[in-house]
């Protein structure tokens, strides 16, 4: 049960912390020897986190539903997420047995979001049409082990020139639509697989991922997004070393 907790864990600091959940889960399965259910699990730990989602911008759902707009950009990420997802929906499952091929993904994490100390004082606070399908491109290429959902969308709309606080709950409410998607695919996976200590490893990573929450969010205020970026770069060379 100790290896299952621990993935939890794992799964909801690094699923809000932008060095790639689904990354780390398929490293740390290498290690702890968790093998032969790894789509499946990391889909159901997903589901702690979508809780911890909730939970954390439970207000800010509620106030969406106010607002047509916003309601329109969110889904205009999700389709684009969802088309390219779906296309490449093998592709992208084949990479998560292959713990190198994750290392160099965290390699381009890290750049990017090194890149993000370059942004300075973004004051954009409103999203519109562009940043919304840039978000779902990106949001996609983040379905790649390695690549961070959070880091990747997050950095994208600091590009953008996106007020940080806006970018960070844009950026999450906007995901919740992708992984309750992705979960409803592993769904026959799941109940099949289901056991007490899944279900400790789905609440580990409800708990530690609403703890991620509240620390990314200071930290982005901080403007010290970009320094995940030298961690991403240090754990890809450490697999490169140490895993095949």
């Not at 799964?11 to 702890?32: D, K, N, W």
């Not at 088309?83 to 290392?103: D, H, Q, T, Y």
């Not at 620390?215 to 997004?225: G, P, S, T």
Request: hydrophobic share 55%.
């Amino acid at each position: 049960m100790l290896k299952y907790i621990t993935l939890g864990i794992i799964q909801g600091l690094t699923e809000f912390f932008p060095v790639s959940s689904s990354g780390h889960l398929v490293i740390m399965q290498r290690i702890l020897g968790v093998s032969g259910e790894e789509v499946a699990l990391s889909a159901f730990l997903h589901l702690g986190t979508v809780c911890a989602l909730l939970l954390f911008f439970f207000r800010d759902i509620l106030r969406i539903f106010k607002e047509a707009k916003t309601i329109f950009l969110i889904l205009v990420v999700t389709v684009i997420t969802g088309v390219i997802g779906l296309a490449g929906k093998n592709f992208f499952e084949s990479l998560f047995s292959r713990p190198r091929a994750v290392a160099y993904s965290l390699i381009v994490t890290g750049i990017i979001l090194i890149l993000t100390r370059k942004v300075k004082d973004p004051k954009r606070e409103k999203v519109n049409l562009k940043d919304a399908c840039l978000l779902g491109l990106t949001q996609a290429i983040a379905i790649i082990p390695g690549i961070s959902r959070s880091g990747i969308t997050i950095s994208t709309l600091l590009f953008r020139k996106i007020d940080r606080e806006v970018a960070f709950k844009f950026s999450f409410l906007a995901s919740i639509p992708a992984i309750l998607g992705a979960n409803l695919l592993e769904i026959k996976k799941i109940e099949l697989s289901l056991t007490p200590i899944w279900l400790a490893g789905f609440f580990a990573s409800l708990l530690s991922g609403l703890l991620a929450l509240f620390l990314l969010k200071r930290i982005l205020q901080q403007a010290k997004f970009h320094y995940f970026g030298y961690y991403c770069i240090i754990v890809a060379i450490i697999t490169l070393l140490f895993l095949k």
